[in-house]
């Protein structure tokens, strides 16, 4: 099969050959369609993870796929060949992604692909959609509450600023100026420019009581110390990212949710697009252009996700 396969830490990869593999116990082997990019790609390419974590040289990427069920492994009840599926390879290594024609993936992590939801849309919602909704849950918002989000225009960000908005709360967004009106068109009611001084003091100067909530999809659990005055007391603050944000922010009054991934919401995922309750912004490469797409990911500046197409 065709794959996306980097040779070595740090390196460029190219579109080579390897073999198409077998599912194992509890995973389906699925001809993949459109593989999601997500921020974990470029960190796995550079091994930042590679002391903690298993990879497996040469590395083939992605985390995200849609795609058509062509095998099942033993113990698997619920899906059959041919069936339409997306959802998070779920794998406990990494390096037998999806950039390639065929990846094999947990099948617990699966949802069948709705009619309504293209196969580009169903692979960009996994990793970046399922934090969003842990992190909007961990908020615990209602009408009218305010809610500060940093970094509001990407993959989770964005996801999370609609089903903020769609809650009824207020959202305040806080991103680059290029992605001003394109926040507010995901439903934020106050915008805020990154670059253009305090943005703490920006915040302020809108919810001078302090917000309910803040969600950060952008800083370490060191950057959230200068936000956290922005909170008021008894609030939280919300990080899919800042490890050790428990520990920075201890003695504050407030509380910290380091949010998990929530890969295995794809299904509730997907049912919100085709009911029209969440917009997916994306933008759909060909699979030849992986290093690209990679390359554009590490630079945090993305609007929404990249999508490589398979077939």
């Known amino acids: ?63 995200d796929y849609a795609g058509t069920v062509e095998a099942i492994g033993p113990e698997v009840e619920g899906i059959a060949v041919g069936d339409e599926v997306f959802g998070n390879v779920g794998k406990m290594y990494l390096g037998e992604g999806s950039f390639a024609e065929h990846v094999t993936a947990t099948a617990a992590l699966a949802a069948r692909r709705p009619d309504g939801l293209s196969v580009v849309q169903a692979a960009a919602l996994p990793l970046a959609g399922g ?91 060191q950057g959230l110390v200068s936000l956290a005055s922005v909170v008021r007391p008894g609030g939280r603050i919300i990080s899919p990212i800042a490890q050790g944000g428990d520990q920075v922010l201890a003695g ?6 380091l949010v998990q991934a929530a890969v295995g919401r794809a299904g509730e995922l997907g049912d919100l697009v085709t009911r029209g309750a969440l917009t997916v912004t994306v933008e759909s490469l060909p699979l030849a252009q992986a290093a690209d797409a990679i390359s554009r990911q590490a630079t945090r500046q993305v609007r929404g996700k990249l999508v490589l197409v398979v077939e």
């Open 1 to 63: 099969m065709r794959a996306y396969m980097v040779p070595e830490f740090g390196a460029s990869g190219t579109i080579g050959e390897r073999p198409v593999p077998e599912p194992a116990e509890g995973q389906i082997l699925v001809r993949v369609r459109a593989a999601g990019v997500n921020a974990m790609d470029a960190i796995m390419v550079m091994g930042v993870y590679k002391d903690f974590m298993e990879h497996r040289l040469p590395l083939t990427p992605g985390l």
């Open 131 to 221: 934090p969003a909704l842990a992190a909007v849950d961990a908020a615990g918002i209602g009408p009218g509450d305010p809610i500060v989000f940093v970094g509001a225009a990407g993959g989770v960000g964005g996801f999370a600023t609609q089903l903020a908005a769609r809650r009824g709360a207020r959202v305040i967004a806080v991103t680059s100026p290029a992605n001003l009106d394109h926040v507010r068109s995901l439903g934020a009611e106050d915008v805020i420019d990154r670059t253009a001084g305090d943005v703490a003091e920006h915040v302020r100067q809108r919810i001078p009581d302090g917000v309910a909530a803040l969600i950060d999809n952008f800083h370490d659990a």
């Open 252 to 257: 504050l009054p407030l509380t910290f949710h």
